[in-house]
């Protein structure tokens, strides 16, 4: 059963940290674009980070950019968020999702697997 | 970046009716447009990606269109499990539009 598995998640003052985790199972997960999305209370999607297959690219949305660090361990199907210097604007649910190419590129152009998420919330 | 901007930000509809929900990109994004539905606590999910191929297992009455600037989603008989969020995004720089939720 091809699965996300978000855990990490909890309640934080402003300027902590916190390290996300989201472990696959059910794929080959070395073969695939991971990427990170939040979703603010009653709000809409935001895309925060993608990393490649390999960890060679790495791309952030500019509102984490410099906070927030993307990382992924192949050998144990996971991939990672680093937090630093939260903020309360960062209180979200934050999903994992897998990305997928149209055309075989290897490019991130859908996000089609996606976790239940875990929230973070960033309140003294 | 992209700016995605989808239109309605709501509509309110019944079953069986034709819905038809508006993305339009900042810049030509050719098909590089994903569309997904989201419901109460749960995680979005897929509908149909490169701007109008049906996602895997997803039923025939949803469908898109669009190329460039202009996209469409389109729900040809509306079902009432069908009654959710719907968001566009686009793959150049990941970008989600800012929903239209399908009410009752």
């Known amino acids: 059963q091809v699965q996300l598995v978000e855990s990490g998640g909890g309640l934080v003052k402003p300027g902590g940290s916190l390290r996300l985790s989201c472990e696959s199972s059910?794929?080959?997960?070395?073969?695939?674009?991971m990427n990170w999305i939040r979703q603010a209370p009653g709000k809409g999607l935001e895309w925060i980070s993608y990393?490649?297959?390999?960890?060679?690219?790495?791309y952030y949305a500019d509102s984490v950019k410099g906070r927030f660090t993307i990382s992924r361990d192949n050998a144990k199907n996971s991939v990672y968020l680093q937090m630093n210097s939260l903020r309360p604007e960062d209180t979200a649910v934050y999903y994992c999702?897998?990305?997928?190419?149209?055309?075989?590129?290897?490019?991130?152009?859908?996000?089609?697997?996606w976790g239940q998420g875990t929230m973070v919330t960033v309140s003294s | 970046d992209i700016q995605m901007t989808q239109s309605p930000s709501s509509l309110s509809a019944s079953v069986g009716d034709r819905v038809t929900i508006t993305c339009r990109a900042s810049?030509?994004?050719?098909?590089?447009l994903n569309w997904y539905q989201q419901k109460p606590g749960k995680a979005p999910k897929l509908l149909i990606y490169?701007?109008?191929t049906l996602q895997s297992g997803i039923p025939l009455r949803f469908s898109g269109s669009g190329s460039g600037t202009d996209f469409t989603l389109t729900i040809s008989s509306l079902q009432p499990e069908d009654f959710a969020t719907y968001y566009c995004?686009?793959?150049?720089?990941?970008?989600f539009g800012g929903g239209t939720t399908v009410e009752i």
């Open positions: 810049h030509s994004i050719t098909n590089y």
């Open positions: 990393i490649n297959s390999s960890g060679l690219i790495i």
């Open positions: 059910g794929f080959t997960f070395s073969d695939y674009y």
């Open positions: 999702a897998r990305g997928f190419d149209y055309y075989g590129s290897e490019t991130n152009d859908g996000l089609d697997i």
């Open positions: 490169a701007a109008s």
């Open positions: 995004q686009q793959s150049y720089s990941q970008t």
